[in-house]
């Protein structure tokens, strides 16, 4: 009965450690759009300055 607990547990554990990678590869991916993202609009923004310095 012992062994069947045991292996109950461990079974559990190693499916909540696979949800808590995919969860945290999931969190990563989501930062990572976001940089992206971010990145983009901090070189448009950079773009746009630099036209308005260049026109004065």
Known sequence: IFDIITQK?????????????????????DLSITYERNSEG???WQ??????????
């Open 42 to 44: 901090l070189l448009r």
């Open 47 to 56: 773009h746009f300055l630099h036209i308005i310095i260049c026109s004065y």
């Open 9 to 29: 547990v461990e079974e559990d554990h190693y499916r909540g450690g696979i949800l808590a990678k995919r969860k945290t590869m999931r969190m990563e991916h």
